[in-house]
């Protein structure tokens, strides 16, 4: 895909969207943390209906801390894989406590040493608690560049590291957010929505459907 055409995709994403952010309802970096955490493998959706409980009860490491692992799990049992993520957040919380001051670091190796936190999850922290311009790349944004065109990869890694390589500077800092909402209302796995996509003549997916 040539630098031009990969411009205009994201010009017409901002214009539709000029201020994305991620449907994961929060209001600190730690309540971010939490719930990227708790989203592994569930929907958001599902997830904000946990933490609509949960954060008004406790959302500081100390807090979340003193509920112990079975208090925890207790509060999300409605969120798949709730146990072990109940296990990995009050091992989080305790270093957070004892290792930052309480405070979600802004540093990528500090946040992957956490206990339940992947490269993808510390992107999105440090993407939308902290604005630096990383890729989270998960199934919708994997589906999505390589569907397009914007950056083909066989693994997460590489078509993160393409994405960063390739989408012009100025639109890095919210192209997480635009490529995962539009793999998730447009161009999804089964069925995408060709008919109904801003950047359906740009695209460079062979099969799309006549009638979408």
């Given at each position: ?93 305790r270093m957070l406590i004892d290792l930052h001051h309480s405070i979600v670091p802004a540093d990528r190796a500090a946040l992957e ?100």
């Open positions: 895909m040539n630098p031009a055409k990969r411009h205009e995709i994201f010009s017409r994403l901002r214009a539709a969207n000029p201020n994305p952010t991620t449907e994961l309802e929060y209001t600190t970096p730690f309540e971010l943390l939490v719930a990227v955490v708790l989203s592994a493998q569930s929907t958001d959706k599902g997830v904000n209906l946990a933490t609509r409980r949960l954060f008004p009860r406790a959302n500081t490491p100390e807090a979340l801390y003193a509920l112990g692992e079975a208090g925890l799990a207790d509060a999300i049992k409605t969120i798949g894989l709730y146990k072990s993520k109940a296990r990995h957040l009050i091992a989080t919380c040493a956490l206990p339940g936190v992947g490269r993808k999850t510390a992107n999105v922290i440090l993407n939308t608690a902290f604005g630096q311009p990383t890729m989270a790349v998960d199934t919708h944004i994997f589906r999505v560049s390589n569907r397009t065109g914007l950056a083909k990869g066989k693994t997460v890694l590489e078509v993160e590291k393409k994405l960063l390589k390739t989408i012009p500077q100025e639109f890095r800092i919210d192209a997480h957010h635009w490529l995962i909402l539009h793999g998730r209302y447009v161009c999804q796995a089964r069925k995408p929505k060709c008919g109904e996509c801003i950047i359906a003549d740009l695209c460079e997916f062979k099969d799309k459907p006549d009638h979408a």
